[in-house]
């Protein structure tokens, strides 16, 4: 399946991962699916969830519940899963990416039986590289404009494989890349309230109007 | 001292006292005091404060100058400043030579070290994390050697293995931090450790048994019922969880969000019908 990602859900996951660098972090991805001649998923939307525990499940099942009635009122659909690990050197995708993955997969697919799903993962060896880059100049070189950070995956079997047609909107000339070392600067990542946040809280606003 | 009645939601209105007047170093102070009495990790915070503090504010910090380059030194490492935490390391050891405490704090700048960067040359790079984590490991032994019942060097050692981030290093600190409950069985955050490794190999019925140890060490505290629920309704026992809810609910009826939504969910799963335990 072709995979396209909106410029906004490539920002998400990493300002929420830069926001707890201590924590394993992860969220939805919301957006639409079309079968024309082949299965291609648009990423619209990244849905910040969890920055603890992300092993347990009732906080996950109400997060859905409420989400449910959000992708109705957008008309949009899960396409997707992202997850940031803590360290640097842990395998993507983790024990845990990989179940929480594979439950959204099998729940997508109960109401739409060629239904395709992605996961997002945080490569954080690359963006220590694209962190690097970015700090030594203002916009980056070409060399530099393939590193993102993130690695897309989707499902094949049992096993979830890098996708060879994944395709992340302002990537290419480094656009994206820059607009997150801004937003960055900008502390806009410490604005970012997920789904944990907003239970600790609920007057902070999680998902967008 | 004032300092002592800070609470961590008083960290929000002090921040933006501070970025309207960021010279002002009775603020700084308090800042720095709050996160120090809370433990709160904000290492942004702390380099950005610290180091114009201990410049311009020596004066008013008295002994607390100590702590407050102990608390920037944590907090450079946080950040991967190893400069800066090499400063305040050295100053550390000229004024306290013999203390176990600053060797700790020698022993997490290796800790620090023994992340290779991945931009660098691989080879050396890998070689010199790897003498750093046993230089690091070597220090804490020392520790223990001297003060067989030094908790912070034990629960280093429990830090440094699950930041291996594989399931065998977090296996090794789940024995290690076992080895420290041994001897500290009523530390509480230490149980919740536990239940953090057991979650994170996702062994939650072990992570039950580390949460109950919570629950018993401080039954008054909301969360404590609420983690155990979660734990419990992630096993299928939506009728216990139900309990834990309820019981961390009335300890805390009004900002308990998670409770309430525990509560509905556990309440749909018992209705007849659905299958639920």
Redesign the interface.
Same mark, same amino acid.
């Given at each position: 399946a072709e995979v396209k990602i909106s410029q906004e859900a490539y920002l998400k996951p990493l300002l929420h991962a830069l926001k707890y660098p201590a924590s394993a972090v992860n969220g939805v991805l919301l957006g639409k699916c079309t079968k024309k001649d082949s299965a291609s998923i648009q990423v619209e939307e990244a849905i910040p969830l969890l920055h603890a525990h992300l092993s347990l499940s009732p906080m996950m099942d109400a997060a859905f519940c409420v989400l449910d009635e959000y992708c109705q009122r957008k008309g949009l659909s899960i396409v997707g899963y992202y997850h940031a690990n803590p360290t640097i050197d842990q395998p993507a995708p983790s024990p845990i990416a990989k179940r929480l993955a594979d439950r959204i997969y099998d729940t997508v697919r109960e109401s739409d039986k060629n239904g395709e799903v992605c996961m997002l993962i945080v490569d954080n060896s690359e963006l220590e590289q694209l962190a690097q880059a970015l700090n030594a100049s203002r916009s980056l070189d070409e060399s530099s404009s393939r590193l993102t950070g993130v690695s897309v995956l989707t499902k094949s079997g049992p096993n979830w494989t890098k996708s060879a047609r994944a395709r992340i909107e302002g990537a290419d000339d480094g656009s994206s890349q820059v607009l997150l070392r801004n937003q960055l600067a900008e502390g806009r990542h410490l604005d970012l309230i997920d789904w944990d946040a907003h239970l600790d809280d609920t007057s902070r606003p999680w998902l967008p109007a | 001292m004032a300092d002592q009645n800070l609470v961590p939601s008083d960290l929000v209105e002090l921040e933006a006292a501070f970025r309207k007047s960021p010279t002002d170093l009775s603020i700084q102070q308090k800042i720095l005091s709050l996160l120090r009495l809370h433990r709160i #990790?904000r290492p942004d915070l702390v380099m950005k404060i610290g180091p114009y503090l201990l410049k311009k504010g020596r004066g008013r910090l008295g002994n607390s100058v100590y702590d407050v380059r102990e608390q920037i030194l944590i907090a450079a490492l946080d950040l991967h400043r190893l400069g800066d935490a090499q400063q305040e390391l050295k100053w550390l050891q000229e004024n306290f030579p013999k203390s176990l405490r600053v060797k700790g704090l020698e022993a997490m700048i290796h800790e620090a070290r023994a992340?290779p960067?991945?931009?660098s040359n691989t080879d050396t790079a890998a070689q010199n994390a790897e003498n750093s984590y046993r230089k690091a490991l070597e220090l804490y032994a020392e520790i223990l050697n001297e003060d067989p019942c030094n908790g912070f060097a034990m629960k280093r050692k429990v830090c440094m293995l699950r930041?291996?981030?594989? /399931?065998e290093g977090t296996n090794e600190a789940v024995r290690a931090l076992n080895e420290y409950l041994v001897l500290f069985p009523t530390d509480v955050e230490a149980w919740r450790e536990m239940a953090?490794l057991y =979650?994170?190999l /996702?062994q939650?019925e072990l992570a039950r048994f580390a949460l109950e140890e919570v629950v018993m060490l401080s039954p008054i505290n909301y969360a404590s019922h609420l983690?155990l629920?979660?734990?419990l $309704?992630?096993l299928g026992d939506f009728s216990t969880?139900r309990r834990y809810y309820s019981q961390s609910l009335e300890l805390n009826p009004d900002?308990n969000? #998670?409770a309430a $939504?525990?509560l509905? =969910?556990c309440a749909t799963a018992l209705q007849p019908g659905r299958g639920g335990g």
């Open positions: - | #990790r992340v960067h991945h931009t930041s291996k981030g594989t /399931q953090d =979650l994170e /996702q939650v983690k629920a979660e734990a $309704y992630t969880a900002h969000a #998670r $939504y525990g509905v =969910l």
